[in-house]
């Protein structure tokens, strides 16, 4: 079992929808959770981090964590066409200064006018 | 300017070349690190360097190598290129500053091997 999964869709919805996207991970010891997004041909850019459990809000974004059961989740709300991008799902584990990160495989968003 | 350049921007090459991918960036990081990403696999970490005398192998390093010229220069080599390491590459960086490990990525290289 990878540390990260990730459904990879694809996953296409209507404008002004709310899009949930979703990853599990095996290790408790991780604390800190990041959302990469990639447009198509670009390099990911880190969209959103949060620490431990819990919610954090940025815009239209909100990144949530539940450490009970390894969930995490990126809700958008009113998703807009250029929210059309896969996202990935990030962590590490806090202390382990040799670790790098730890990727999901991307989920692969649309979001259609 | 970018904060992290990669040359080539893609590359076609033939199976048994020697091809070598770098990697540039002005953000005075000292971590860089080299990933390729497939369709279906997802980002997966050749290799990563914490600082200019620190290399470490990732997930995948078997058939390629890395360099750190200096802080601000990571390369990769395919000592001898093969199918099946057709794949976009990326190059990222990052501090580890604060207890996090915000990663900032280049546009990526793509490299078809025929």
């Known amino acids: 079992q990878k540390e990260v999964e990730q459904d990879p869709g694809p996953l296409s919805v209507p404008e002004g929808a709310i899009v949930s996207l979703n990853c599990t991970y095996s290790?408790?010891?991780?604390?800190?959770f990041m959302w990469y997004r990639q447009y198509s041909r670009k390099g990911p850019e880190l969209l959103m981090y949060t620490y431990s459990s819990g919610n954090k809000e940025d815009g239209r974004f909100t990144a949530q964590v539940d450490k009970s059961s390894k969930y995490i989740s990126l809700f958008i709300r009113d998703s807009q066409p250029s929210d059309s991008a896969t996202y990935l799902c990030?962590?590490?584990?806090?202390?382990?200064?040799?670790?790098?990160?730890?990727f999901g495989k991307g989920t692969t968003l649309s979001v259609s006018s | 300017d970018a904060d992290v350049t990669q040359t080539p921007r893609n590359r076609i090459t033939k199976t048994g070349k020697r091809i070598m991918l770098e990697c540039s960036q002005t953000k005075g990081h000292d971590r860089m690190y080299w990933y390729r990403q497939d369709p279906g696999l997802g980002l997966r970490l050749i290799y990563y360097s914490f600082d200019v005398k620190d290399i470490n192998k990732g997930e995948i390093s078997d058939g390629y190598s890395v360099s750190r010229q200096a802080q601000a220069k990571f390369s990769l080599s395919l000592e001898s290129a093969i199918p099946n390491q057709t794949a976009l590459y990326f190059c990222?960086?990052?501090?580890?500053?604060?207890?996090?490990?915000?990663?900032?990525f280049g546009p990526g290289t793509r490299l078809t091997v025929l």
């Open positions: 990030a962590t590490f584990e806090r202390g382990q200064a040799g670790t790098a990160l730890i």
């Open positions: 990222a960086t990052s501090d580890f500053v604060g207890g996090t490990d915000t990663q900032y």
């Open positions: 290790n408790s010891a991780f604390q800190y």
